[in-house]
Protein backbone atom coordinates (compact mmCIF):
# COMPACT_ATOMS: atom_id res chain seq x y z
CA UNK A 1 0.00 0.00 0.00
CA UNK A 2 3.12 2.39 0.36
CA UNK A 3 1.51 4.45 3.02
CA UNK A 4 3.27 5.04 5.85
CA UNK A 5 2.14 4.63 9.72
CA UNK A 6 4.24 4.72 12.95
CA UNK A 7 2.50 2.98 16.10
CA UNK A 8 3.83 3.40 19.61
CA UNK A 9 8.16 3.78 20.15
CA UNK A 10 10.76 3.15 17.38
CA UNK A 11 14.27 4.09 17.32
CA UNK A 12 15.85 7.20 14.97
CA UNK A 13 17.42 4.95 12.78
CA UNK A 14 16.21 1.16 11.12
CA UNK A 15 18.35 -1.86 12.32
CA UNK A 16 19.65 -0.01 15.62
CA UNK A 17 19.47 -0.63 19.47
CA UNK A 18 16.23 -0.21 20.99
CA UNK A 19 16.56 -0.60 24.39
CA UNK A 20 13.63 -1.48 27.35
CA UNK A 21 13.38 1.45 30.08
CA UNK A 22 15.32 -1.33 31.98
CA UNK A 23 17.94 -1.23 29.44
CA UNK A 24 17.56 -4.68 27.72
CA UNK A 25 16.65 -4.85 23.74
CA UNK A 26 13.99 -5.08 22.16
CA UNK A 27 14.04 -7.58 19.48
CA UNK A 28 13.52 -6.17 15.98
CA UNK A 29 11.48 -8.30 13.17
CA UNK A 30 11.22 -7.25 9.92
CA UNK A 31 8.16 -8.47 8.06
CA UNK A 32 8.70 -7.37 4.19
CA UNK A 33 6.64 -9.19 1.13
CA UNK A 34 8.31 -10.30 -2.50
CA UNK A 35 11.39 -11.06 -0.42
CA UNK A 36 11.76 -8.26 1.48
CA UNK A 37 11.43 -5.97 -2.21
CA UNK A 38 8.41 -4.12 -1.57
CA UNK A 39 6.14 -2.87 1.45
CA UNK A 40 7.28 -3.98 4.88
CA UNK A 41 7.43 -3.04 8.80
CA UNK A 42 9.31 -3.53 11.36
CA UNK A 43 8.21 -4.42 14.86
CA UNK A 44 10.17 -4.42 18.10
CA UNK A 45 9.20 -7.19 20.46
CA UNK A 46 9.66 -7.47 24.21
CA UNK A 47 10.32 -11.25 23.78
CA UNK A 48 11.87 -13.62 20.49
CA UNK A 49 9.65 -13.84 17.99
CA UNK A 50 11.13 -16.99 16.84
CA UNK A 51 10.43 -19.03 19.66
CA UNK A 52 7.96 -21.84 20.04
CA UNK A 53 7.58 -24.84 22.61
CA UNK A 54 5.47 -26.66 20.44
CA UNK A 55 3.98 -27.79 17.07
CA UNK A 56 0.94 -30.08 16.18
CA UNK A 57 -1.28 -30.53 13.26
CA UNK A 58 -4.53 -28.66 13.06
CA UNK A 59 -7.13 -30.30 11.41
CA UNK A 60 -8.68 -27.74 9.04
CA UNK A 61 -12.55 -27.47 7.66
CA UNK A 62 -13.60 -29.27 4.60
CA UNK A 63 -12.12 -27.23 1.44
CA UNK A 64 -12.84 -29.71 -1.24
CA UNK A 65 -14.50 -28.29 -4.08
CA UNK A 66 -16.51 -29.61 -7.38
CA UNK A 67 -16.05 -28.30 -10.58
CA UNK A 68 -18.66 -26.41 -11.91
CA UNK A 69 -19.70 -29.07 -14.33
CA UNK A 70 -22.35 -29.22 -16.20
CA UNK A 71 -21.90 -25.10 -16.53
CA UNK A 72 -24.41 -23.05 -14.96
CA UNK A 73 -24.86 -19.97 -13.85
CA UNK A 74 -25.98 -20.59 -9.56
CA UNK A 75 -27.68 -19.13 -7.10
CA UNK A 76 -26.46 -19.66 -3.30
CA UNK A 77 -28.45 -18.10 0.11
CA UNK A 78 -25.46 -18.12 2.59
CA UNK A 79 -28.07 -17.42 5.14
CA UNK A 80 -29.10 -20.62 5.26
CA UNK A 81 -25.81 -22.29 6.05
CA UNK A 82 -26.10 -20.78 9.49
CA UNK A 83 -29.77 -21.60 11.03
CA UNK A 84 -31.41 -20.46 14.28
CA UNK A 85 -28.17 -19.74 16.65
CA UNK A 86 -25.50 -21.93 15.31
CA UNK A 87 -23.62 -19.07 15.24
CA UNK A 88 -23.73 -18.23 18.83
CA UNK A 89 -20.75 -21.27 19.57
CA UNK A 90 -18.85 -19.88 15.55
CA UNK A 91 -16.13 -17.51 15.52
CA UNK A 92 -14.88 -15.94 12.58
CA UNK A 93 -11.66 -18.16 11.51
CA UNK A 94 -12.98 -21.48 12.25
CA UNK A 95 -16.57 -21.24 11.56
CA UNK A 96 -15.75 -20.61 8.20
CA UNK A 97 -17.92 -22.37 5.02
CA UNK A 98 -15.90 -22.57 1.72
CA UNK A 99 -18.58 -21.50 -0.49
CA UNK A 100 -16.37 -20.99 -4.04
CA UNK A 101 -12.71 -21.52 -4.90
CA UNK A 102 -9.66 -21.77 -7.19
CA UNK A 103 -6.34 -22.20 -7.16
CA UNK A 104 -5.63 -17.94 -6.58
CA UNK A 105 -8.62 -17.28 -3.98
CA UNK A 106 -11.33 -18.84 -1.69
CA UNK A 107 -14.49 -17.39 -0.57
CA UNK A 108 -16.02 -18.28 2.62
CA UNK A 109 -18.85 -17.33 5.30
CA UNK A 110 -19.39 -17.13 8.58
CA UNK A 111 -21.97 -16.26 11.40
CA UNK A 112 -20.43 -15.49 14.37
CA UNK A 113 -20.46 -14.83 17.78
CA UNK A 114 -17.75 -16.32 19.95
CA UNK A 115 -14.42 -15.03 20.09
CA UNK A 116 -11.54 -16.37 17.56
CA UNK A 117 -8.41 -18.62 18.51
CA UNK A 118 -5.43 -16.59 18.00
CA UNK A 119 -4.92 -17.07 13.79
CA UNK A 120 -2.44 -16.56 11.18
CA UNK A 121 -2.95 -17.03 7.31
CA UNK A 122 0.32 -17.53 5.60
CA UNK A 123 -1.08 -18.43 1.93
CA UNK A 124 -2.14 -15.17 1.61
CA UNK A 125 -3.67 -11.97 2.09
CA UNK A 126 -7.07 -11.48 3.83
CA UNK A 127 -10.15 -9.25 2.73
CA UNK A 128 -13.25 -10.24 5.10
CA UNK A 129 -16.53 -7.66 4.53
CA UNK A 130 -18.47 -7.38 7.11
CA UNK A 131 -22.22 -7.42 6.18
CA UNK A 132 -23.26 -7.15 9.82
CA UNK A 133 -22.14 -6.82 13.29
CA UNK A 134 -19.34 -4.88 14.87
CA UNK A 135 -15.97 -5.57 17.46
CA UNK A 136 -12.76 -5.68 17.36
CA UNK A 137 -10.21 -7.59 15.61
CA UNK A 138 -6.70 -7.82 17.71
CA UNK A 139 -3.57 -8.04 15.94
CA UNK A 140 0.10 -7.92 16.53
CA UNK A 141 0.55 -4.06 14.83
CA UNK A 142 -2.64 -3.25 17.63
CA UNK A 143 -6.32 -2.93 17.83
CA UNK A 144 -8.80 -2.35 14.84
CA UNK A 145 -12.36 -1.96 15.44
CA UNK A 146 -14.68 -2.76 12.77
CA UNK A 147 -18.12 -1.95 12.13
CA UNK A 148 -20.77 -2.82 9.28
CA UNK A 149 -19.61 -2.77 5.63
CA UNK A 150 -16.06 -2.91 6.77
CA UNK A 151 -13.38 -4.27 4.82
CA UNK A 152 -10.89 -5.75 7.25
CA UNK A 153 -7.62 -6.64 4.92
CA UNK A 154 -5.26 -8.42 7.15
CA UNK A 155 -1.75 -8.91 5.47
CA UNK A 156 0.00 -12.35 4.85
CA UNK A 157 0.89 -14.10 8.29
CA UNK A 158 -0.34 -11.48 10.47
CA UNK A 159 -1.13 -12.60 13.63
CA UNK A 160 -4.65 -11.69 14.75
CA UNK A 161 -7.80 -12.58 16.62
CA UNK A 162 -11.60 -11.52 16.56
CA UNK A 163 -13.61 -10.68 19.10
CA UNK A 164 -16.98 -9.60 18.18
CA UNK A 165 -19.44 -7.47 20.04
CA UNK A 166 -22.98 -9.38 19.28
CA UNK A 167 -23.27 -11.79 16.13
CA UNK A 168 -21.27 -11.13 13.05
CA UNK A 169 -21.97 -11.86 9.34
CA UNK A 170 -18.89 -11.73 7.80
CA UNK A 171 -17.91 -12.86 3.78
CA UNK A 172 -14.33 -13.80 3.74
CA UNK A 173 -11.83 -13.47 0.63
CA UNK A 174 -8.77 -15.46 1.10
CA UNK A 175 -6.04 -15.18 -1.08
CA UNK A 176 -2.79 -17.04 -2.56
CA UNK A 177 -1.26 -13.69 -3.12
CA UNK A 178 -1.93 -9.79 -2.07
CA UNK A 179 -4.55 -7.72 -1.54
CA UNK A 180 -4.05 -4.26 -3.28
CA UNK A 181 -5.76 -0.95 -4.15
CA UNK A 182 -5.60 -1.20 -7.91
CA UNK A 183 -2.64 0.18 -9.35
CA UNK A 184 -4.12 2.51 -11.95
CA UNK A 185 -5.34 4.39 -8.87
CA UNK A 186 -1.91 4.51 -7.34
CA UNK A 187 0.59 6.81 -8.31
CA UNK A 188 4.13 5.42 -8.91
CA UNK A 189 5.63 6.01 -5.38
CA UNK A 190 2.12 4.46 -4.19
CA UNK A 191 -0.39 7.46 -3.19
CA UNK A 192 -3.16 7.02 -4.27
CA UNK A 193 -4.34 9.21 -7.19
CA UNK A 194 -7.40 12.00 -7.75
CA UNK A 195 -9.61 9.66 -10.12
CA UNK A 196 -9.13 6.93 -7.63
CA UNK A 197 -12.90 6.72 -5.89
CA UNK A 198 -11.07 6.74 -2.25
CA UNK A 199 -7.77 8.14 -0.66
CA UNK A 200 -5.69 7.19 2.29
CA UNK A 201 -8.05 9.13 4.98
CA UNK A 202 -10.67 6.12 4.14
CA UNK A 203 -7.89 3.72 5.25
CA UNK A 204 -7.76 3.34 9.21
CA UNK A 205 -5.29 1.16 10.69
CA UNK A 206 -4.44 0.67 14.31
CA UNK A 207 -3.27 3.83 16.45
CA UNK A 208 -1.38 2.42 19.51
CA UNK A 209 0.42 -1.22 20.49
CA UNK A 210 -1.61 -3.89 22.33
CA UNK A 211 0.32 -5.51 24.78
CA UNK A 212 -0.79 -8.89 26.23
CA UNK A 213 0.72 -10.99 29.15
CA UNK A 214 0.73 -14.62 28.36
CA UNK A 215 2.41 -17.98 28.65
CA UNK A 216 2.14 -21.38 26.63
CA UNK A 217 -0.13 -19.25 23.86
CA UNK A 218 -1.33 -21.06 21.16
CA UNK A 219 -1.70 -19.81 17.54
CA UNK A 220 -3.34 -21.40 14.50
CA UNK A 221 -1.53 -21.19 11.30
CA UNK A 222 -2.90 -22.00 7.87
CA UNK A 223 0.39 -22.64 4.97
CA UNK A 224 1.47 -24.50 2.06
CA UNK A 225 1.56 -28.07 2.16
CA UNK A 226 2.33 -30.74 -0.30
CA UNK A 227 -1.15 -31.55 -0.79
CA UNK A 228 -2.31 -28.15 -0.51
CA UNK A 229 -3.60 -26.39 1.98
CA UNK A 230 -2.27 -27.37 5.73
CA UNK A 231 -2.97 -25.96 8.99
CA UNK A 232 -0.14 -25.91 12.22
CA UNK A 233 -1.20 -25.27 15.42
CA UNK A 234 2.33 -23.74 17.14
CA UNK A 235 2.60 -22.73 21.33
CA UNK A 236 4.18 -19.29 22.06
CA UNK A 237 6.35 -19.07 25.43
CA UNK A 238 4.87 -15.90 25.73
CA UNK A 239 1.83 -14.41 23.94
CA UNK A 240 3.36 -12.90 20.28
CA UNK A 241 1.21 -9.61 20.93
CA UNK A 242 4.54 -8.38 22.59
CA UNK A 243 5.31 -5.31 20.27
CA UNK A 244 5.73 -2.38 21.76
CA UNK A 245 6.17 -0.10 18.40
CA UNK A 246 6.57 -0.70 14.87
CA UNK A 247 6.63 1.64 11.72
CA UNK A 248 6.14 1.13 8.06
CA UNK A 249 3.75 0.49 5.18
CA UNK A 250 2.32 -3.02 5.65
CA UNK A 251 -0.25 -3.93 8.54
CA UNK A 252 -4.01 -4.41 8.86
CA UNK A 253 -6.49 -1.75 8.06
CA UNK A 254 -10.27 -1.59 7.52
CA UNK A 255 -11.71 0.35 4.55
CA UNK A 256 -15.80 0.56 5.08
CA UNK A 257 -18.12 0.49 1.97
CA UNK A 258 -19.70 3.65 2.79
CA UNK A 259 -16.57 5.90 2.08
CA UNK A 260 -16.32 4.82 -1.95
CA UNK A 261 -17.36 7.37 -3.92
CA UNK A 262 -19.36 5.93 -7.07
CA UNK A 263 -18.41 6.91 -10.16
CA UNK A 264 -21.16 7.55 -12.53
CA UNK A 265 -21.93 8.92 -16.06
CA UNK A 266 -24.41 9.67 -19.00
CA UNK A 267 -24.52 6.19 -19.74
CA UNK A 268 -23.76 2.82 -18.16
CA UNK A 269 -20.03 2.13 -16.83
CA UNK A 270 -18.33 -0.68 -16.93
CA UNK A 271 -17.56 -2.83 -14.05
CA UNK A 272 -14.02 -1.50 -13.85
CA UNK A 273 -15.18 1.61 -12.26
CA UNK A 274 -16.68 -0.18 -9.21
CA UNK A 275 -13.04 -1.88 -8.55
CA UNK A 276 -11.85 -1.84 -4.95
CA UNK A 277 -9.03 -3.93 -4.08
CA UNK A 278 -6.81 -6.82 -6.09
CA UNK A 279 -4.84 -9.95 -6.29
CA UNK A 280 -3.17 -12.21 -8.32
CA UNK A 281 -6.02 -13.39 -11.51
CA UNK A 282 -8.94 -11.78 -9.27
CA UNK A 283 -10.51 -8.35 -8.32
CA UNK A 284 -13.16 -7.22 -5.81
CA UNK A 285 -15.17 -4.59 -6.71
CA UNK A 286 -18.61 -2.93 -4.97
CA UNK A 287 -22.04 -1.52 -5.85
CA UNK A 288 -22.69 1.17 -3.82
CA UNK A 289 -25.58 3.64 -3.98
CA UNK A 290 -26.03 6.27 -6.45
CA UNK A 291 -27.15 8.02 -9.24
CA UNK A 292 -27.46 6.31 -12.14
CA UNK A 293 -26.84 6.92 -16.37
CA UNK A 294 -28.67 10.40 -16.99
CA UNK A 295 -28.81 10.18 -20.95
CA UNK A 296 -32.30 10.83 -22.00
CA UNK A 297 -32.17 7.31 -23.55
CA UNK A 298 -30.25 5.33 -21.27
CA UNK A 299 -31.25 1.95 -19.65
CA UNK A 300 -29.23 1.66 -16.32
CA UNK A 301 -29.32 -1.59 -15.49
CA UNK A 302 -26.64 -3.70 -16.73
CA UNK A 303 -26.75 -4.60 -20.26
CA UNK A 304 -26.31 -8.03 -21.07
CA UNK A 305 -22.38 -9.23 -21.09
CA UNK A 306 -20.21 -12.18 -21.42
CA UNK A 307 -17.03 -11.64 -19.59
CA UNK A 308 -15.23 -14.01 -21.59
CA UNK A 309 -12.17 -14.14 -18.99
CA UNK A 310 -13.51 -14.12 -15.93
CA UNK A 311 -16.07 -16.04 -13.54
CA UNK A 312 -18.20 -13.42 -11.76
CA UNK A 313 -19.40 -13.32 -7.97
CA UNK A 314 -21.65 -10.93 -6.54
CA UNK A 315 -22.86 -10.71 -3.17
CA UNK A 316 -25.65 -9.00 -2.18
CA UNK A 317 -25.54 -7.11 1.65
CA UNK A 318 -27.99 -4.25 1.04
CA UNK A 319 -30.47 -1.98 -0.81
CA UNK A 320 -32.71 -3.55 -3.95
CA UNK A 321 -30.80 -5.21 -6.73
CA UNK A 322 -32.87 -3.90 -9.50
CA UNK A 323 -31.27 -5.89 -12.53
CA UNK A 324 -31.86 -9.03 -9.97
CA UNK A 325 -35.80 -9.07 -9.46
CA UNK A 326 -37.64 -11.76 -9.95
CA UNK A 327 -34.83 -14.61 -9.43
CA UNK A 328 -35.20 -15.22 -5.91
CA UNK A 329 -32.18 -13.50 -4.75
CA UNK A 330 -32.00 -10.88 -1.77
CA UNK A 331 -30.21 -10.23 1.52
CA UNK A 332 -27.32 -12.52 1.90
CA UNK A 333 -27.60 -14.35 -1.51
CA UNK A 334 -24.54 -15.21 -3.80
CA UNK A 335 -24.99 -14.99 -7.80
CA UNK A 336 -22.20 -17.09 -9.66
CA UNK A 337 -22.04 -16.22 -13.18
CA UNK A 338 -19.54 -18.33 -14.82
CA UNK A 339 -17.03 -17.85 -18.12
CA UNK A 340 -19.20 -19.29 -21.07
CA UNK A 341 -22.46 -17.63 -19.82
CA UNK A 342 -23.73 -14.65 -21.12
CA UNK A 343 -25.86 -13.19 -18.17
CA UNK A 344 -27.83 -9.83 -17.35
CA UNK A 345 -30.90 -8.55 -15.95
CA UNK A 346 -33.65 -10.54 -15.08
CA UNK A 347 -36.56 -10.18 -17.14
CA UNK A 348 -38.34 -7.35 -17.23
CA UNK A 349 -35.50 -5.23 -15.44
CA UNK A 350 -34.07 -4.28 -18.33
CA UNK A 351 -37.63 -2.05 -19.24
CA UNK A 352 -38.41 -1.10 -15.74
CA UNK A 353 -35.07 0.44 -14.97
CA UNK A 354 -35.45 3.27 -17.80
CA UNK A 355 -36.17 6.47 -16.46
CA UNK A 356 -34.58 5.54 -12.89
CA UNK A 357 -32.62 7.84 -10.96
CA UNK A 358 -30.74 6.31 -8.35
CA UNK A 359 -30.10 3.04 -7.38
CA UNK A 360 -30.33 1.82 -3.79
CA UNK A 361 -27.60 -1.67 -3.75
CA UNK A 362 -24.95 -2.43 -2.26
CA UNK A 363 -22.85 -5.60 -3.30
CA UNK A 364 -19.61 -6.70 -3.52
CA UNK A 365 -18.23 -8.30 -6.70
CA UNK A 366 -15.54 -11.02 -6.58
CA UNK A 367 -14.19 -11.54 -10.66
CA UNK A 368 -11.70 -14.52 -11.30
CA UNK A 369 -9.84 -15.19 -14.02
CA UNK A 370 -9.94 -18.83 -13.34
CA UNK A 371 -13.24 -21.10 -13.29
CA UNK A 372 -14.63 -21.25 -9.71
CA UNK A 373 -15.47 -24.35 -7.84
CA UNK A 374 -17.88 -24.49 -5.31
CA UNK A 375 -16.95 -26.19 -1.37
CA UNK A 376 -18.85 -27.70 0.49
CA UNK A 377 -20.90 -24.14 1.73
CA UNK A 378 -21.90 -23.49 -1.62
CA UNK A 379 -23.10 -26.70 -2.33
CA UNK A 380 -25.32 -26.82 0.98
CA UNK A 381 -26.89 -23.39 0.11
CA UNK A 382 -27.64 -23.97 -3.85
CA UNK A 383 -31.08 -22.36 -5.43
CA UNK A 384 -31.24 -25.16 -7.93
CA UNK A 385 -34.08 -23.43 -9.53
CA UNK A 386 -32.04 -19.90 -10.38
CA UNK A 387 -30.53 -20.98 -14.06
CA UNK A 388 -33.77 -21.19 -15.59
CA UNK A 389 -35.38 -17.88 -14.34
CA UNK A 390 -34.52 -16.05 -17.67
CA UNK A 391 -36.45 -18.53 -20.07
CA UNK A 392 -39.19 -19.03 -16.99
CA UNK A 393 -38.78 -23.06 -17.34
CA UNK A 394 -36.00 -25.55 -16.83
CA UNK A 395 -35.39 -28.87 -18.68
CA UNK A 396 -38.23 -30.91 -20.04
Not at 15 to 37: A, D, I, V
Not at 93 to 112: E, F, K, M, Q
Not at 335 to 350: D, F, I, M, V
Request: with cysteine.
Amino acid sequence: MAYYRQVGAVPPKRHTQHRTPEGGLYYEELMGEEGFSSDSSLLYHRNIPSAIVDSTVWELPDLTTEANHPLRPRHLKLHELFPGEEWKSNDVVTGRRLVLGNSDVRISYVVAGEASPLYRNSIGDECVYIESGEGVVETVFGVLPFRQGDYVILPRATTHRWVPDGPVRAYAIEANSHITPPKRYLSKYGQLLEHAPYCERDLHGPTEPLLVEGTDVEVLIKHRGSTGIVGTRFVYPQHPFDVVGWDGCLYPYTFNVSDFEPITGRVHQPPPVHQVFEGDNFVVCNFVPRKVDYHPLSIPVPYYHSNVDSDEVMFYCGGDYEARKGSGIGQGSISLHPGGHSHGPQPGAYERSIGVEFFDELAVMVDTFRPLELGEGGRAAEDPNYAWTWAGRGPK
